[in-house]
């Protein structure tokens, strides 16, 4: 039986990013083509385009995009930097987030009720503002200040280089209000459990029940929701790039919207190790579950 399991485990996997592989080019080859769409040769055109992705996909390293008027580049050095910086800036975003989210829902389940009301009540201001709003507003703040006292707090404009310190702190804002709930929330239903009562009634402080007891079954509510995570991760990352004028791997790709082949290959890039990341929560979170190791 356990052989079974891990046979079928692989297989899952492969299947899954293939079909959703073939699903991301079809949209691309769709897209090329749909002003066709009514037209009795359109499917084959549809196929045709769909082939000429697989086959440049399959010839990765051979993609050449342009970086200049009077030059050319493989695909993976023009992609390089950008892909990396993105990568770096998620990376910093997703572990902020879930040190503020966690640690700031500590904090406010041991105050008083009537101040845990009003902090839900400002968190869920902040969460109903959009996030282009949100961003944009941060960004003017800083360059008031700026205007005011010549302070420069951050850089809020990337030009010449590639910025960090701001794009990581506004790009974490919605993910650790998020993460901020779905934890406080976690922790209000643990509270009401038996185990959680017993420890009080030994005399066990309030702060060690929450670090101590509660603190693995809120990391269950983290990795059972990592893929929403990311993904919120990746949609204000998309905003920010294009707002702060970075160079990363979103800003590249609307440098080259144009280009199908360019934008299969950096969203295939996105989508695989992201993958694989959320299986890996997954996985984590059914074994923390106590349901077994595996999510076949």
Known sequence: MKIYKWLTIPVKIITEIIVTCLMILSLLAFSKTFLLFLQPHWFQMFLLRLKELLISVMNFPN?????????NQSLMEALAEPYFYSVKILICVFLLSILMGINFSIIVSLLPRKMQKIIKEIVFFFE??????????????????????AILIVNPIGYLENIYILPIVVTSIIPTI??????????????????????KAKGITRLRVLTSHIFQNVCLVVFSNIQLILWLIISNLLITEYIFNTKGIFSFMFRHLNSADVLAACLLLIFIPFYFIDYLGGAISVRMSGQGGDRA
């Open 178 to 199: 998020m993460l901020f709930q779905m934890t406080l929330f976690g922790i209000g239903e643990e509270q009401n459990k038996p185990y959680v009562e017993f420890a």
């Open 128 to 149: 109903s503002i959009p996030d282009v709003i949100l961003i944009f507003s941060i960004q003017l703040i800083i360059i008031w200040i700026f205007k005011k006292s």
């Open 63 to 71: 993609i050449r995009v342009r970086v200049s008027d009077f030059k």
